[in-house]
Nanobody
Framework: QVQLVESGGGLVQPGGSLRLSCAAS????????MGWYRQAPGKQRELVAR???????NYADSVKGRFTISRDNAKNMVYLQMNSLKAEDTAVYYC?????????????WGQGTLVTVSA
């Protein structure tokens, strides 16, 4: 089994920044495409950023230019730098190994980390 633990969320004012971390552990041979997902209240989970093992990245239009995904393969860590945060970024953020560009992940979901953007 693979365990995913997200951290780094919190309350931030509009225009602020946060850096999220995701630690993967357990029965991992290697992690392939990894992504950050989010689920806002009353909405479906969505994939907002994806990174290949080689470092190629893709972003949802809603976060492009503001969020940056990165990874450390040696440590099985994935990060999300979020800048210029907006109220609409408020959500629980999760990481997972991607299944294409879909809201589904390969492994069981972790507990997520809550990001609240509010004045």
């Amino acid at each position: 089994q693979v365990q995913l633990v997200e951290s780094g969320g919190g309350l931030v004012q509009p225009g602020g920044s946060l850096r999220l971390s995701c630690a993967a552990s357990g029965s991992i041979t290697r992690l392939y495409d990894m992504g950050w997902y989010r689920q806002a209240p009353g909405k479906q989970r969505e994939l907002v950023a994806r990174i290949t093992r080689g470092g190629n990245t893709n972003y949802a239009d809603s976060v492009k230019g503001r969020f940056t995904i990165s990874r450390d393969n040696a440590k099985n860590m994935v990060y999300l730098q979020m800048n210029s945060l907006k109220a609409e970024d408020t959500a629980v953020y999760y990481c997972n190994q991607c299944l294409g560009w879909s809201p589904n992940g390969l492994y069981a979901w972790g507990q997520g980390t809550l990001v609240t953007v509010s004045a």
